[in-house]
């Protein structure tokens, strides 16, 4: 595979939670699927190329002149761009992962109720696996068993938190396997998710691993602002202290890195010690971290 078959299936495998491309697959309005792969980055002569169409065909599509009709159309764009075939009404296709190739032996796809059953399971085998293996399971999860609840009238604010920790959990699965600038799409697709849910918490805490992946990326500029996100959405509400901590850790990594890439960078001024502050004088007691409950933080990864 090259590099640029590569980078398009990974707007795809970005999208797969997205409201637009499951409307667009259900109502298989491939114009609409051509319209937002495109902008996302994809050029028509790309899309026209891995489709096995003319540029003329393609335009005609994209603004509705005509539909693809074809089977075989249908199935040379799920392959190109490796979207899963039942979102196409069309059979698994070959490169679609077995269970087996996904999961560790003796584990089984979690029951399509139940998040949090869902999220614990995924959690549980990913600390057995590591590396992504996991990473197509989350997906389908996502696409099959989330997604279409998120357009729902009848939905409620949790169905956003587990499309938010699930997002950021097949994040770190990406980051895993060494595909950051996947990651970094599933991180941003899901900071949204948990504002719209109204878990603070865990809003905060994937600033905190958008945090994480810009740092090791070398963009030290983003690793600040993400921490300073994290810390902003922290204050409006109580937080686990050890989440603040480990944004407050991120913040200071990432000046810390800043200054040594350009020491001209601006050093911070410390702030005075406040003596309404629980912190002036006697340091608190450490607090034990806590499993958190149903509508908080699931997945942790600590930096």
């Known amino acids: 595979m090259d590099r640029t078959q590569r980078e398009q299936r990974e707007v795809v495998a970005g999208l797969l939670s997205d409201e637009r491309l499951l409307?667009?697959?259900?109502?298989?309005?491939?114009?609409?699927?051509?319209?937002l792969l495109n902008h996302r980055g994809i050029s028509t002569r790309r899309i026209a190329s891995a489709v096995d169409i003319t540029?003329?065909?393609l335009y005609d599509y994209m603004n509705g002149k005509s539909r693809v009709e074809k089977?075989?159309?249908?199935?040379?764009?799920?392959d190109a761009f490796h979207?899963?075939?039942?979102?196409?009404?069309?059979?698994?296709?070959?490169w679609e992962p077995t269970p087996n190739q996904t999961a560790p032996s003796g584990w089984e796809l979690p029951p399509e109720d139940g998040d949090l059953t869902a999220m614990d399971a995924f959690r549980s085998a990913d600390r057995q696996t590591g590396g992504g293996r996991l990473y197509g399971a989350v997906i389908r999860h996502l696409s099959y068993n989330i997604a279409q609840r998120l357009v729902d009238a009848d939905s409620n604010p949790q169905v956003f938190a587990a499309a938010a920790a699930l997002t950021e959990m097949a994040g770190w699965m990406a980051h895993d396997s060494g595909r950051d600038g996947l990651a970094a799409r599933h991180f941003t697709r899901a900071l949204p998710l948990a504002h719209t849910s109204g878990d603070i918490p865990l809003a905060a805490n994937i600033a905190a691993s958008n945090s994480h992946l810009a740092l090791q990326t070398g963009d030290t500029v983003a690793a600040a602002h993400w921490a300073r996100t994290g810390l902003d959405l922290a204050g409006h509400r109580p937080?686990?202290?050890?989440?603040t901590a480990r944004l407050h850790a991120m913040s200071a990594r990432a000046l810390a890195a800043r200054i040594r890439t350009d020491p001209r960078s601006?050093?911070?001024?410390?702030?005075?010690?406040?003596p309404r502050s629980p912190r002036w004088g006697r340091a608190p007691v450490a607090q034990p971290v806590r499993q958190r409950g149903p509508g908080q933080r699931i997945s942790t990864h600590p930096p």
């Open 23 to 35: 409307s667009a697959c259900t109502q298989r309005d491939m114009g609409a699927l051509f319209r």
């Open 55 to 57: 540029q003329g065909r």
């Open 71 to 78: 089977l075989a159309i249908f199935e040379q764009i799920a």
């Open 83 to 94: 979207i899963p075939g039942q979102l196409l009404g069309l059979a698994p296709r070959h």
């Open 239 to 243: 937080c686990n202290p050890t989440l």
């Open 266 to 274: 601006p050093r911070p001024r410390p702030s005075p010690p406040d």
